[in-house]
């Protein structure tokens, strides 16, 4: 069973092809995410949970309107500080959904810290709506305080000492086992999850590199960079890669030619916490694939210290202004040739 709630959209959400952007709608789950805990009176549970894993899947192009959109959760998997849910977005009336997203949480982790063991009323709480749907039957009191918290600044030593790291390709919200100390806490594979996996694709050594220039207002109030934020840095040096111009963007192509990208899926690793800095952050971005009329793409987004803390891979369809699949162009695949993705050994 799940909950439903009612997300209003803003005129300043559209990106420059009339289409409500793709970062804007992960910050709308997180809305639905707050007034989901709100109303169970697990208000302070949102202000200490980080995102870790969110794969998206665009399925219809969401255009403004006064209507507000509906967005139902339906809890996938809980464990003792873990949660992954599912959000499904659709118009107001209309039968059909526009989005599906699958967002993996650590619970009780504040910004520098991994996660512990939630209380019990707390996990019980998410258990009865996994189970029941019934979102405040066990909701007896409100988490008062974090729990217990272990500092990562001793892993992040460790990494920096040469620790391989380790990142599998979906997150696991279902193993009661805890993992070893990380940046954030190790993604496994789980055979429930909505979306099928990617290859374990990973940029390769010859790769289109841009530099990213941080605001402040990409913070959020407790001076990190959020998940909104993390999707816009992936998108912006997507759009700057052009394989035969360095002083146009691949969307001058597009529109030169009557091309749309539609954004189809999005799966993006959050690796490490990480605030705004006057040093810009790299992405490196190659092609995983090229089809006839789609391609994928994998980015991963470094500091100045190389740390490694976000990963995404990105599908693309190329359509008319009739909103169908056209032909990629030779010049946009032509990337392929210059800055192809390797598989990750295991």
């Keep these: 069973m799940a909950y439903t709630v009612s997300v209003p959209m803003r005129w300043l959400d559209l990106d420059a092809q009339g289409h409500v952007n793709a970062s804007v709608v992960v910050a709308m789950s997180q809305q639905a995410w707050a007034q989901f805990l709100a109303e169970g009176g697990q208000s302070q549970l949102f202000e200490v949970s980080r995102i870790i894993k969110a794969q998206v899947q665009y399925l219809a192009p969401i255009h403004y309107s006064v209507e507000p959109l509906t967005v139902s959760i339906e809890l996938l998997g809980v464990t003792s500080y873990r949660v992954r849910a599912e959000f499904t977005f659709s118009y107001k009336g209309k039968g ?11 619970l009780g982790a504040d910004s520098d810290a991994d996660a512990d063991t939630l209380p019990e009323d707390a996990r019980a709480w998410f258990q009865n709506f996994l189970n029941a749907g019934q979102i405040g039957q066990v909701a007896a009191k ?3 305080s974090p729990p217990p918290l272990a500092s990562v600044k001793a892993a992040k030593n460790n990494q920096n000492a040469g620790v391989a790291e380790k990142v599998e390709p979906l997150a696991a919200m279902v193993s009661e086992e805890k993992p070893e100390l990380e940046p954030y806490a190790e993604a496994k594979p789980e055979a429930d999850s909505p979306f099928p996996d990617f290859p374990k694709w990973r940029v390769g050594p010859s790769h289109h590199e841009f530099s990213y220039a941080l605001r402040p207002a990409d913070t959020r109030a407790d001076g990190y960079i959020g998940p909104a934020a993390a999707f816009n840095i992936i998108a912006e040096a997507r759009i700057r890669m052009n394989p035969v111009s360095t ?6 192509e597009a529109a030169a030619l009557g091309i749309i990208w539609a954004l189809v899926r999005q799966d993006v690793d959050f690796l490490a916490p990480f605030k705004y800095t006057l040093e810009p952050l790299r992405v490196h971005t190659s092609y995983a ?3 006839n009329t789609s391609m994928t793409l994998v980015a991963e987004v470094l500091d100045s210290d190389d740390t490694a803390l976000i990963r995404s891979v990105t599908v693309l369809v190329a359509t008319d202004s009739d909103g169908k699949p056209t032909p990629v162009p030779e010049t946009t695949a032509h990337g392929f040739d210059l800055w192809p993705a390797t598989l990750a050994t295991l």
Excluded: C, Q
């Excluded at 059909?96 to 650590?106: D, H, K, N, Q």
């Excluded at 002083?247 to 001058?252: A, G, I, N, Q």
């Design 96 to 106: 059909y959904a526009v989005m599906r997203a699958s967002i993996g949480r650590l």
């Design 142 to 144: 409100a988490l008062t």
């Design 247 to 252: 002083t146009s963007t691949r969307m001058d």
């Design 289 to 291: 694939a090229v089809g």
